[in-house]
């Protein structure tokens, strides 16, 4: 095996080696053009997370979401165990495991389980289909629901105690209605603005915006930046099923069943789209998305639960440069990579739904050669 040291530029020099075909940064690296022909590198965990306690096992997990302190946080459907699967808590008991986890779990970089909780109480209406997970930048843990009659969105301390709910279980409106959701999907909440974007949803086919502490409507929009359902612009296809913020304001949304991806300012702006394997039918190819921590955030991680991939795109112009995963049940595979979520150290966290059952993390290596898409 060859050792060769080289300098990058990328608007500072940094040291790396090349080690066979993996470039391990040695010094920061803050961009990649498409010219260089690289991409991010990663190598799954095998053994993250650690087994639950209690005899507890996920059910579908359906977010993942990396608070600032780099804890990982997984929602799971305890009501998808099968019986087989939860036969310890059946009368009498089937077999000797295994009982549902609770639906929030709290892991921290290594694997280990820190708090569970979740699950109905007094005073919120708890999604029958949990759905989405968000930690914001004051801590406040937010998740949404898909069932048919999921129509809220709440909001935790991050020990689950209830702080607010937006939206009401069972009522609905449509496109345009500013206080009733459509089985939400999940949220982004800006720092700079305490504004909470809401990708609703599975029901309606718009982002809505709300203020982060009171709950009040502040705007909404569709496809394009237009209003849902104007004439002569292709809506969001249901779902929309994400929205992430970057550090300089742009706004990525998941159209998941038009395979696109579209760009918008915060205020509603359309500034761009990218499609990611366009030919992809079924459930869509863009299902969820997460931007690489470098300083520019050079890079836009794409879930693709149809063609079970993650996809790496360079985020200025959406091109495709590499991608990880397969259908397959081994560690690195995937059955319905649902959700991603990245560290600050450039770790990828992923979450299945369907059988898929369960959380993977996949630690950044560098960058290196970017192999064919």
């Not at 780099?70 to 939860?86: C, F, G, K, N």
Request: some cysteine; proline content about 6%.
């Amino acid at each position: 095996m060859t050792t060769r040291r080289l300098w990058l530029a990328a608007g500072t020099l940094a040291l790396a080696t090349v080690v066979g075909l993996t470039l391990v940064l040695t010094g920061s690296v803050t961009a990649q053009r498409s010219s260089d022909g690289v991409a991010p590198r990663f190598q799954v965990d095998p053994w993250w997370p650690k087994p639950l306690p209690n005899n507890w096992l996920m059910g579908q997990a359906a977010g993942v979401a990396v608070d600032r302190h780099d804890h990982v946080w997984v929602i799971q459907r305890p009501r998808t165990l099968t019986e087989d699967e939860r036969g310890a808590t059946l009368t009498p008991p089937r077999s000797l495991c295994c009982a549902p986890a609770p639906a929030v779990l709290e892991f921290d970089v290594d694997g280990n389980l820190l708090h569970a909780w979740g699950g109905p109480g007094a005073g919120y209406d708890w999604p029958l289909s949990e759905h989405g997970i968000f930690v914001d930048y004051q801590d406040h843990v937010w998740i949404g629901g898909n069932h048919q009659k999921d129509h809220q969105v709440l909001k935790f301390t991050r020990d689950g105690k209830f702080l607010l709910q937006i939206g009401k279980a069972d009522v609905t409106g449509d496109d345009n209605d500013p206080v009733h959701l459509g089985r939400p999907a999940n949220v982004s909440v800006d720092p700079a603005t305490n504004e909470l974007f809401v990708a609703d949803g599975y029901k309606n086919h718009r982002v809505i915006v709300f203020d982060a502490q009171t709950g009040a409507y502040k705007r909404h929009w569709g496809a394009n930046g237009r209003p849902p359902g104007e004439t002569g612009v292709k809506p969001f296809g249901n779902p929309v099923h994400c929205v992430r913020l970057a550090r300089d304001g742009l706004l990525y949304v998941c159209d998941r069943a038009n395979n696109r991806i579209q760009v918008f300012r915060k205020d509603g702006t359309f500034v761009k789209a990218f499609v990611v394997a366009p030919a992809t039918r079924g459930g869509g190819s863009v299902w969820d998305l997460d931007v690489s921590p470098d300083a520019p955030q050079t890079w836009l991680y794409n879930a693709d639960g149809e063609n079970n991939h993650v996809w790496t795109l360079l985020r200025d112009n959406g091109q495709v440069v590499s991608k990880f995963g397969r259908n397959g049940r081994q560690a690195g595979h995937f059955h319905w990579v649902h959700n991603l979520a990245v560290d600050s150290k450039g770790n990828i966290y992923t979450t299945e739904v369907d059988t898929g059952k369960r959380a993977q993390k996949f630690v950044f290596k560098g960058v290196g050669p970017a192999e064919q898409p």
